[in-house]
């Protein structure tokens, strides 16, 4: 299961790449989600796991919106000449999924992913956004459970000054072939990591009284002890 979802987690990768190269300014929220899902279909997705949504996609102030999949809809908001962009990704390929999201901004109409190549105040959600993922991979166990991972990062998010986004406060799920098998990163949850083969981390953020908010979102998985990403 784990090679079957990396290579299409790969995809999505180089789909993230594609977007962020054809993106403009002017360009509407509805039409990065019909760019994001042409891409995906031309590398040979033909599905999207996630409520037939294959880019989930927020611009501007509207990027702090959390809402699921069931009752999302694109918006008409253009991208700005600086601006922020959050698109997630959610291809599947023979009945394996990838789930894969980042931020993107754009400044003086130029494309930034790189936190440390923008003055802009972005820059330091997406920073945070790295400190997590790399926080999670520090202290993240294969006999914590995700009750405990819950605790811990929420704990970390509020730390650093951030308030979790998430309608339902969760900060991930469990890959699996049915969406309604999904098993939370959530409060009540006693299920220890290494009892799925693989799992997102994807925390939705927004500094505290902040305007915008910020994704990134990788698969994770334990190899030998050790969390690695997929």
Known sequence: MITKNKEVQNIAKLVMKDIASNIKVGMKEYEVVELGEDLLRRRGIQRFWYYDIGAFVFVG???TKSISGREYEPGNTAIKENDIITIDLSPEKDGFWGDYARTVIMEEGKVIRDASQTNLEFGEGLKTEEQLHKHLIEIASETMSFEELYYCMNEKIDS???????FAKNLGHSIELQKEDRKYIEKGNKLKLNEVSCFTFEPHIRKQNGKYGYKME???YFSNGKLKEL
């Open 61 to 63: 102030d509207r990027t």
């Open 160 to 166: 650093l000054g951030y308030e979790n986004l998430d």
């Open 218 to 220: 990788n698969i994770y």
